[in-house]
């Protein structure tokens, strides 16, 4: 079985749940990559070692036009003969995949966490991932988008050829400005330690000390809604229902109540730590651990326990 994923390959840079649409697609069938833009053949090529056999490249244009990517995998699908369309499930997946299921007359399924079952049907998200479904496309192609985190990266070797070629994307309305990146090492929704905090902090003075075990962690940085609002932290680093959603394997979420709409972002994440004041708090029902006591306290002597555990290993 043919199946096409389209990556965004952002520069030179391949995200993470790019590697794991890769690898999710692996698992179905024979995998070529499309892609646009001037990303180095070498870093291309290196998509080999989890699954693809071959990568396609569109040098014409270098953007996220969600209209001109979508013509360019309907190109590159027809070219390969591609069954099977797989996405991540992010901004540009979004935008693309349902595009790219009319154009082509195929079934859509988004948020998807696994694999096709043997009846063909897929495992997906939904009610902000308070529940699975499973769905199946009755359609001979199908799209479907891969939610980040939901399957790990494996490696199998290999090197994947690169043909650059005519996808067809023709012109885009839309002309960028500028382009304002989020600061930070590691991008939300690929991070798989995150650290979150919210107005138990009582103001931005104190946030040294989440920045201080997400550091001795490796991991990203968060915040709730009201914490954002207020303009304690960057909008870009709120989760939630109307921020970001996030699935890391560990989410500390700090001084956060866990109102409905913040859980609806994280209740993807793997294993939830919540760290609070108030032991009634709505979110110790849907942590894994919990530790009642007071921020002030706990995050600094977490530090130091991190710190002292690397140290030792």
Known sequence: ???????NSNGNKIAKNSFEAVTY???????????NGKADNTILA??????????????????TDEQQITRMVATAAEKVGAETVVFS??????????????????????????????????????FSGKAFAFVKAN???????????????????????????????????????????????????EAELVVSAGRGLKGPENW???EDLAKALGAATACSRPVADADWRPHHEHVGQTGVAIRPNLYIAIGISGAIQHLAGVNGSKTIVVINT????????????????????VVPKLVEAVKKFKASN
């Open 1 to 7: 079985m043919s199946i096409l994923v389209y990556i």
């Open 25 to 35: 697609a692996k698992k179905l069938g024979d995998v070529t990559v499309v892609t």
């Open 46 to 63: 290196d998509l080999g070692k989890y699954g693809a056999s071959k990568v396609l490249v569109d040098r014409s244009f270098d953007g």
């Open 89 to 126: 499930d992010d901004l540009v997946g979004k935008a693309v995949a349902p595009r790219l299921s009319v154009k082509m007359n195929a079934g859509l399924i988004s948020s998807a966490t696994g694999v096709p079952q043997g009846d063909g049907t897929v495992p997906v998200n939904v």
């Open 139 to 189: 359609t001979s192609k199908k799209i479907i988008s891969l939610l980040p985190n939901s399957i790990p990266v494996e490696e199998v070797g290999g090197s994947a050829s690169i043909e650059e070629f005519n996808g067809n994307a023709g012109d885009t309305r839309v002309r960028v400005k500028g382009i304002n990146r989020p600061e930070g090492d590691i991008p939300l929704p």
């Open 208 to 210: 040294g000390m989440i």
């Open 278 to 297: 108030d032991k009634e708090a709505p979110f110790f029902k849907a942590a894994d651990y919990g530790v009642v006591g007071d921020a002030f306290e």
